[in-house]
């Protein structure tokens, strides 16, 4: 029997990891690190203290992550499979003063979510499965969409004319389906480019939240596939869910 539950080991993990990559960020700001170096000790640091706490607390489990690919090769077999980004978002983590960066861990559990969480270090919040974070209350005349810093999803365009959204836009994935589930923001679409590490977590929490999480064709969330290829995803309000997948296919 394990110390902790998986959705404990998940929520300390994420916690944990969040505290190495803080305290790794602002010394490097300080003495005038490029932004290329911040990165790589932000993903060697993050990635070398989640391998080592799941090998040592759940070394029969398989391992999926961004940093380390698909080198665990048990996993295409096992039946307990970890999914993580030690760090996502490291663009916005070489930049200071931003806090839209996250630390994913899930566990997905033969067909299904065994546990998952997801941290915002820089804003010192954690959001997990178990206690799952509840359903917020919003009142807004117009949804809220959220968006990448850098393109708009032709998709979210489809959304954002079709309801009459309003924009906003953030960094990692993790941040913005975490905007979702704090009701900052109403739904979040992403079409391609994305991993299964990029969304497992974030999905695992929304939906144990109450929240719609679906491909973009409304399909369920499938992981542990053996192409780590994702391409599309949602996170919304369920109330929006058939309206958003309408504003999509018509």
């Not at 290329?36 to 799941?54: S, T």
């Not at 067909?111 to 206690?131: H, Q, Y």
């Not at 109450?210 to 996170?235: K, T």
């Amino acid at each position: 029997m394990f110390a902790e539950t998986d959705a404990e080991l998940a929520a300390r993990l994420a916690v944990q990891t969040g505290q190495i990559l803080v305290g790794i960020r602002e010394p490097l700001f300080a003495s005038g690190a490029p932004q290329w170096e911040v990165k790589d000790a932000g993903d060697a640091a993050a990635q070398a203290f989640l391998a080592a706490e799941l090998h040592a607390h759940r070394p029969d489990d398989a391992v999926l992550s961004e940093e380390e690919g698909q080198t665990d090769q048990r996993r295409f077999d096992a039946e307990r499979v970890w999914i993580i980004d030690p760090l996502d978002g490291t663009r916005e983590f070489s930049e200071p003063g931003r806090t839209d960066w996250a630390v994913h861990v899930a566990l997905w559990e033969r067909d299904r979510f065994g546990a998952a969480a997801v941290s915002l270090p820089a804003a010192n919040a954690v959001f997990a499965t178990e206690p799952a974070p509840p359903l917020p209350q919003v009142e807004r005349e117009r949804p809220r969409l959220i968006t990448s810093r850098s393109r708009a999803p032709y998709s979210a365009v489809l959304v954002a004319e079709g309801l009459g959204c309003d924009a906003v836009r953030l960094g990692s994935a993790g941040a913005k389906a975490m905007a979702v589930v704090m009701g900052h923001a109403d739904i979040y679409v992403h079409d391609g480019g994305m991993y299964q590490w990029d969304s497992a977590a974030p999905a695992a929490v929304a939906m144990a939240a109450g929240f719609h999480a679906s491909r973009l064709d409304g399909s369920a969330l499938v992981y542990n596939a053996r192409d780590p290829w994702l391409p599309d995803f949602i996170v919304c309000r369920p109330e929006l869910a058939d309206d958003v997948l309408r504003s999509i296919w018509g």
